[in-house]
Structures are given as C-alpha cells and as structure tokens.
C-alpha cells in the first residue's frame, strides 16, 4: 500500500468512526454537505482524496473542524493562545491536482486554516470544475511562478514574494505558470473572514 493510499484509508476510517459516533447514516451527512452518498462513501472507503471546498463541506456535513479531518486529537485554540510548527510539522493531504501539507491540524476551531502546496503545470492537472467555497484567501508564492485562474476573470500571474487576496466564493484554481513546480502559502478563513471560529465550522 503507497503512503498516499494509506492516508486516504485512515481518513476513511476516522470520517467512519466520527459519523458514527454522531449516529448519521451516508444519507444524513451527504444531505448535510451536499455531497453525493456515493462520494461520501467512496471516501469513507480510501478510495477518493477531496479538494479543499469538498472537504469543508463533508467537515460541515459531519459537524466538526475541517482540522479533525487530519488530526485525530486537538484542542480549540483560545484567546492567549501560541503554537509553533516547526520543518515538516504537518499533515499531508494529496488530491488528483494538489499536495496540500495542512498546518497545525492539533488545533482546532481556528478562525483561519492555513496550508502550504506545491503545484504542477496547468497542463498536467486534471481539472472538471472551479474550487469554490465559503470565506476569504490568501495565497503567497514561496517559490516559482504561478498562475491563478478566476472564474469570470482574466489569470493572474504571480511570481514569487508575490501574493493575492480574494473572495473564496468566486471559482478558482492554482498552477505552476511553467515547468517548473512552485511552491504556495494558502491561508484560508471561514464564512464569516477573520471574524470568529465558529465561521470556520461552515
């Protein structure tokens, strides 16, 4: 089994357990999240990886913190509250497209999730729609050129040090602007900004 099929596998099994416990059937948590039954189970069985909007949705389906998706234990970060993560502290979530390396996944009930990427050219990624979903995001190249793709909109070019702010409710998508894979920050908030954890919940 790769690492990458056996991170998916526990995952499944943790959305299992937690769903469980909440005494939800497929049905209620696919109501829930607007997901399908069949995506939802396929996930519960190891056998799909979700992008981040997907994601959130199932973690709102569920009722839980989109960071209980990578952690099976945390606390809800409070005010006074610091953490560090240091090099290569983080969990790492891959999809069809993306290598998301979710940071401080111990903590939950954040006000802003951040995660860092690395991407591949546009032409090697296989995209069937926008990523699309509730709140604000930032994104900083660390490294390389990247293209950001808006629905309705022109590209965005950004080299690195460079950085966008938008709404994560217009449709978008990342990818290396060459051959070359670029390394990204991504910060993103939940429907209510920077206001409170609980707009984190979605």
Known sequence: MTEQVDRRVRMGERL???RRERKLTLADVASRSGLAISTVSKVERGLMAL???RFSQLAEGLGIDIAELFSERGEPFGP???AVARVGEFRLHETENYVYEMLFPELWRKAMTPMMGTLRPYETMH?????SHPGEEFL???????TVRF???EPVVLGTGESVYFDSRRGHLYASANEQPARILVVCT???GA??????RR
């Open 151 to 153: 629905e309705d909109m």
């Open 51 to 53: 992008t981040y909007d």
């Open 140 to 146: 900083l190249v660390l490294d390389g050129v990247v």
């Open 127 to 131: 995209f069937d729609r926008f990523v």
């Open 195 to 200: 206001g409170t954890a609980e707009g984190n």
């Open 190 to 192: 939940g429907d209510r």
């Open 16 to 18: 299992r357990r937690i």
């Open 80 to 82: 006074g509250q610091m």
